[in-house]
């Protein structure tokens, strides 16, 4: 049987494909395996180095000559070059300074050397860094991924959205909830005027999908714009719609581009009330609703969710980016664009409802 026969039977195909995968798995693992084995290289090379550079000459010119040395023996190697030696040594030294004990120095040798620098240079404390070496393990994170994350403040921002989850969610429940949320957001992605609208802010946000789930965080699924519900005679449209893959419920976005308001909090507790009838199925957890604010007062936001039935957050967003004063009159408006498009939007202005089921 010729080669083109074979290649063409059924059979053939799904073995070869079977053949594909398993071999995909085993580089993957062997990458691990090198990866791990290099770094408990460094870790230990970086422990001879603190103790034999202070019996040469007080170290004087003790990291030029090993990396000459190493370097003339395995002349390959980029590891050996003078200045990784000096981040080794560093590196070895930062964490030994923290007396992390053997647990984490297995989690640092669990990622990158790449990722190891990047937290290295931008963390100060071993708090902070080893928050940054357990995240890029627990989500998979790609060193510019984590970088973006250490730059836009995670670590300070992670669980501090004003909730009321301690009283409406289940102990276990509440605690996952809260860290999930964080405050501020930073939509450092958008573009927007400063008296930008929330129709604005909204459809930015979807456009840029994949870096608001980032920003969002791990275990959001993307529902959909514009949700309509339907209570009695009356129709009503939710900013954004989510599904929390971890938490396994619903979330509830709702957007305000000026100071947080008691009554928010009174609308967006209607439209939990709502999901939770007619969307929520078995095995559902409790709707969670948010609330993103351009600004609040943080007393205000607490006596308004004290009483809430239903399980909120309050945040802010910051936005990195924001048009001149000088080109903001040159633009098209948002309702420009759609009719140039040719979208049909609500006499209330809002737009069709989605279901992408995105999830970062």
């Not at 063409?8 to 798995?25: A, D, I, V």
């Not at 947080?260 to 957890?285: H, S």
């Not at 943080?298 to 048009?323: C, F, N, W």
Request: aromatic content about 12%; glycine content about 8%; overall charge negative.
């Amino acid at each position: 049987m010729s080669s083109e026969i074979v290649s063409h039977q059924p059979e053939y195909s799904t073995w070869l494909g079977e053949l594909k995968t398993r071999f995909r798995r085993v580089q993957l693992k062997a990458a691990v395996a090198v990866n791990t084995a290099l770094l408990q290289f460094y870790w230990e090379l970086g422990a001879d180095m603190v103790e034999r550079q202070q019996q040469y000459a007080r170290g004087q010119g003790f990291v030029v000559q090993l990396s000459a040395d190493l370097m003339r023996e395995f002349p390959d190697v980029k590891g050996f070059s003078e200045r990784n030696l000096k981040y080794i040594r560093q590196w070895h030294l930062f964490w030994r300074e923290a007396a992390i004990g053997q647990q984490p120095v297995a989690q640092l040798i669990g990622i990158p050397w790449g990722h190891n620098l990047a937290i290295l240079s931008k963390c100060k404390r071993h708090d902070e860094a080893l928050y940054y070496v357990q995240a890029t393990q627990a989500y998979g994170w790609s060193r510019n991924v984590l970088v973006h994350q250490i730059e836009s403040g995670l670590w300070q921002r992670e669980g501090q959205a004003i909730t009321n989850f301690a009283q409406t969610l289940p102990a276990a429940q509440s605690e996952l909830a809260a860290q999930v949320l964080k405050d501020p957001y930073v939509f450092d992605f958008l573009s927007l005027t400063k008296e930008h609208s929330e129709r604005e802010l909204e459809t930015g946000l979807v456009q840029h999908i994949t870096q608001f789930l980032l920003e969002l965080g791990a275990g959001f699924a993307y529902m959909g714009r514009q949700v309509p519900l339907q209570v009695g005679e009356r129709d009503f449209f939710l900013d954004l719609l989510f599904y929390h893959v971890r938490l396994h419920c619903y979330v509830v976005v709702e957007l305000k581009t000026g100071d947080f308001e008691p009554e928010f909090a009174g609308k967006l507790n209607f439209y939990l009330k709502a999901v939770d009838k007619q969307l929520r199925r078995d095995g559902d957890q409790p709707t969670i609703g948010l609330l993103l604010c351009k600004s609040k007062d943080r007393l205000v936001a607490e006596y308004a969710l004290s009483d809430i039935q239903k399980p909120m957050g309050l945040a802010t967003y910051t936005l990195s980016h924001t048009l001149p004063e000088s080109l903001q009159g040159q633009l098209p408006s948002i309702e420009q664009l759609e009719r140039e498009l040719g979208l049909e939007m609500r006499a209330d202005g809002g737009s069709e409802a989605g279901g992408l089921g995105y999830e970062f």
